[in-house]
């Protein structure tokens, strides 16, 4: 058996250990983000370290623990903190969370993050739905042998995220007044910000947001047949944008302040995923 997925098995064993409970969405919460677990209807949280081989959020702002409960009626498990390539993980284990959620019953992942923002029209705290992504230098969490138990080699990526679950958030946000933008979200590794040089080169492919996270999350659940929705909180004008230097704390102000927001849209969402 494949070693990735071995483990994979062995943390499944561990959180079915605890609860049996059976999400059909699965929430990855970003950067200031995780407070909307508060309001959810809880059945039963996880903590990270009792799952035995799972990866550790070592970043402020990050629980480091799953979620399972309710939004109104749907069962969701939510992670309230991800990890990231950043922190030294192998990508194996950045996206075994994603790949673990969707053994758990998942059919729907929900993507949100923190980005810097490249669009001049958008402004900070802004909520962009993610239409597209580009990777840059992130390796793909699909090299290597095939996991074959999880999807087919040659995953096909030209609708990650699914137009269904897109015009579902763009008309709740317009049902509830809240802005939205569109665009296309590049991964970077990270923890560095992007320098201005690279923020030019990503304008110049078209990349609207920008992060450390989501794309190979993204990559790994379309692999397994999942469908995928993202939205990005803009905390900030990435670098070469704006005369302030970049720092993270700016980004979790941002992100928190935009957090009603986001918890209206996110919930109203997810209540009419249910329905799908």
């Not at 990890?83 to 030294?88: L, T």
């Not at 980004?251 to 918890?263: D, G, I, L, R």
Request: contains cysteine.
């Amino acid at each position: 058996m494949d070693a990735r997925y071995e483990k994979l098995l062995k943390c499944l064993e561990s959180v079915r250990k605890k609860t049996d409970f059976v999400p059909k969405v699965a929430i990855v919460l970003g950067s200031g983000l995780g407070n909307y677990a508060d309001d959810i209807k809880i059945e039963c949280e996880v903590d990270y370290h009792d799952i035995e081989g799972f990866p550790i959020s070592t970043v402020p702002g990050h629980a480091g623990k799953f979620i399972f409960g309710y939004v109104k009626d749907v069962p969701v498990v939510c992670m309230k903190g991800r990890v990231h390539f950043y922190e030294g993980y192998p990508i194996s284990d950045v996206v075994l969370p994603t790949r673990l959620m969707k053994l758990m019953g998942a059919e729907i992942l929900f993507l949100t993050n923190a980005s810097g923002g490249l669009n001049t029209s958008f402004c900070a705290g802004d909520f962009m739905i993610i239409t597209d992504h580009i990777s840059c230098f992130a390796p793909n969490p699909l090299i290597g042998p095939n996991i074959d138990e999880l999807g087919t080699r040659f995953p096909d990526m030209t609708h990650v995220y699914d137009e269904d679950l897109r015009d579902i958030i763009e008309k709740t946000a317009k049902d509830h007044n809240i802005k939205v933008q569109k665009g296309v979200y590049a991964q970077l590794t990270g923890p560095s910000f992007e320098s201005p040089a690279e923020i030019r080169m990503l304008r110049t492919l078209g990349v609207d947001a920008v992060g450390m996270s989501t794309v190979v999350e993204a990559v790994a659940a379309n692999h397994m047949g999942m469908k995928i929705c993202g939205i990005s909180c803009v905390c900030n004008l990435a670098a070469g944008m704006s005369a302030n230097p970049l720092t993270h704390e700016e980004v979790q102000a941002a992100a928190n302040e935009a957090a009603p927001k986001f918890k209206k849209l996110v919930t109203e969402s997810v209540i009419k995923f249910g329905a799908l």
